[in-house]
């Protein structure tokens, strides 16, 4: 009888597994996951893990987890809750099959896609960009401002989705610390800033420049860049990261602080 059961339970698991796609897998892969994890599973940075050779079920469930929310991490709970139990199970098929990482790894052939950016440095403190909003990052010390070009504030003035031609930038300061090494913070609640800039992060938009980018990734034709503290692009960052945290977002023109740059529009 148990042997009955067993080939009995073989035969109705077969047709599952023969459901499986890897072909379908390798295409989702090569699309979407490659632009962070490697077009063989290998991923394009060291802060980011290798996929490849992975067990199946290990990250079936872990893509589930990260679709669900039960796993926590921004990017890849945006990016998981676009896959289907169909996509799941298929990606984590194919990347079961393939090898460990090698000595010389394959990267995709979207990272130069995903890496260049339309997005180019711009004066914020011209008066063509407006301060609007500004928090306290306490694990970092640090605090960030939030400057708009006239195009979106206007925009945001008046309800609409913010257009073509629109720019948001944030600039990251370090806090001024006390002699218990604490932030020094100001009347208004935020800290401190020291006055030389860390890091400018940038989203722009135009015309066609989200035409290259995976739809699972496309900010409809926002493209984003980090600058260093000269102003100068972080060069070779893969911007597939700002793309994912920000897909989300669709509704608030792919924008964490709408609310606070309409507010700010209205009271100008």
Avoid at 20 to 30: I, P, R
Wanted: glycine letters at 6%; hydrophobic letters at 45%.
């Amino acid at each position: 009888m148990k042997l009955i059961v067993t080939l009995a339970t073989l035969l109705v698991l077969a047709p599952m597994a023969s459901a499986l796609d890897v072909e379908a897998g390798k295409a989702k892969v090569q699309a979407v996951c490659a632009a962070c994890h490697g077009a063989n599973g290998i991923s394009v940075a060291d802060s980011i893990p290798n996929l490849a050779g992975q067990k199946a079920p290990y990250l079936e469930a872990q893509l589930k987890a990260l679709r669900d929310g039960t796993r926590k991490n921004p990017l890849m709970n945006a990016m998981a809750s676009q896959l289907s139990d169909d996509d799941i199970a298929n990606v984590a098929a194919f990347l079961a099959t393939l090898p460990g990482a090698p000595v010389a790894a394959a990267k995709s052939e979207l990272l130069p896609q995903l890496v260049k950016t339309n997005v180019r440095f711009p004066d914020t403190r011209q008066s063509a960009f407006t301060k609007y909003h500004a928090i306290n990052v306490p694990e970092s010390r640090q605090v960030q401002y939030f400057f708009a070009n006239d195009i979106a504030l206007q925009a945001a003035r008046d309800g609409r989705p913010l257009p073509d031609g629109s720019v948001l930038v944030s600039e990251t300061h370090a806090a001024k610390l006390d002699s218990n090494k604490k932030p020094v913070t100001g009347a208004d609640g935020l800290f401190v800033a020291e006055p030389q800039a860390l890091a400018y992060a940038v989203m722009g938009r135009n015309a066609g420049w989200g035409k290259d980018i995976p739809d699972m990734l496309r900010n409809e034709d926002w493209n984003y860049a980090v600058f260093n503290d000269a102003k100068q692009l972080h060069a070779g960052i893969n911007q597939a990261a700002c793309l994912a945290c920000h897909k989300p977002m669709a509704k608030s023109s792919f924008t964490f602080t709408l609310q606070q740059l309409a507010a700010a529009a209205k009271n100008k």
